[in-house]
């Protein structure tokens, strides 16, 4: 493949990150913003030795990592740096891929090596992706597999694409948001339609079947997952069942743990449901007004992933905010870029200040841990809300008005007449 130098440099950067030795390793290790119960490498390595002494590691309560990462780790390969490392070279690459196609440009062949240098730089510098990928957060594996699944949809490789998404749907439930445009990419194409909207012009019939092919993957890593609790079902309470029932109230840069830390038992069930089906209500609507670009309709449920998933981490909203590099036809359509880069600015810098007053230094309280993450919400929301009105208002195009002189048979009628024209770019 025809990589830019950029990729190549940051590959190997981030590959000497992985074997020289961090002084700082433990601290990234127990920060809540680069981990959540459902990602944190302590619990892993905590299940591995569960495992290693015969000891179901989900009756517990404190695992929660699906099996397969549990059997990959134990069986196949420990759980060292470089693996993390190598996942997000593997990102970076799918993400140029996925532009590639965008561009209606062979996988092999490249365009211009600044615009592709941008974006690859865009993924593997950016400090949302780069810490949680250091402190070892599974999240850096669940963002790879987005991105494999978007890039082999992309590039019309169906099963390849199926089998990506119902990885990332194994490991965290919440990726099924995904599953509808992919699908709707598979039967259409990935190239921008932002500026000439038009009917979905895919092949319906054909999603039906795709669906079914989805299932079928989805129930062999099920099977798998079985074989290797050794028939349990307990795995699927700790681990799917954390997404939905919020078990673990450890303070994240997320909205749901403060919120469920205060609610009343005999409200709970209520508004878990009611914080769960906020997630699913986004699809159709995005879906359905994105139809002409459904490649775009899902970076945009990337970004609702990253401000409403329950269990969040950095790595949420940095995919969503890496993903902007391959959509350059809404830069300018944007309306507030500087208040959402001050908004994340904002909160990059209040969670860990906030995070030491309360947990390190006791000195605080979760009260202001939270307002940090209320602000952490406020950027994803900004950015996301500012990336659909972008993605609509490229449609509309820039007016352009000039005058011009109305002359009639009537002396009395001549005026101006002022003429509006819509200009796509």
Known sequence: ?????????????????????????????????????????????????????????????????????????????????????????????????????????????????????????VYLLNPYLLLPSLALSTSTFENTLTLLALMFASEAKVSFALLAIAFAVHLTPSSILLLLPILMVLVSSPVSHLASPRPFHGSLKRIPFLFGEFILFWLVLVG??????????????????????????????????YFFTEMFDHFRPFFLMVFSVHLVIYILPICIKFQHDPLYAAFLLIGVLGTFKAYLTLADPGLFLSMIAIFPEVHGYLRHPIITT????????????????????????????YAASLVMGMAGGAGL??????????AVGDAKVWNEEKVDKNENDKGKVVWWEVVQE
């Open 385 to 394: 809300v500012d990336a659909c009105w972008a993605g609509m208002r490229i």
């Open 224 to 257: 798998a997952a079985c074989i290797i609790t050794g028939g349990s079902w307990n795995w699927v309470r700790a681990s799917w069942g954390a997404s939905l029932t919020l078990p673990d109230l450890t303070p994240n840069p997320g909205l749901w743990w």
């Open 342 to 369: 001050l908004l994340h600015l904002h909160a990059a810098l209040l969670l860990p200040l906030q995070h030491v007053l309360w947990v390190t230094e006791g000195r605080g309280n979760a009260n202001f841990y």
């Open 1 to 121: 493949m025809n990589t830019p130098p950029a990729f190549s440099v940051l590959a190997c950067l981030r590959l000497l990150l992985a074997v020289l030795p961090l002084p700082g390793q433990i601290f990234l290790n127990h920060d809540h913003q680069l981990n959540s119960p459902l990602t944190s490498y302590l619990r892993l390595n905590e299940g591995l030795w569960l495992l290693d002494n015969n000891i179901d590691p989900y009756i517990g309560g404190a695992f929660h990592h699906s099996p397969l990462l549990l059997s990959l780790f134990s069986t196949i390969v420990p759980p060292l740096p470089i693996i993390w490392a190598v996942s997000d070279a593997v990102g970076a690459w799918a993400l140029l891929r996925i532009w590639r196609a965008r561009q209606g440009l062979s996988s092999q062949k490249g365009t211009r090596y600044d615009v592709e240098n941008l974006i690859v730089s």
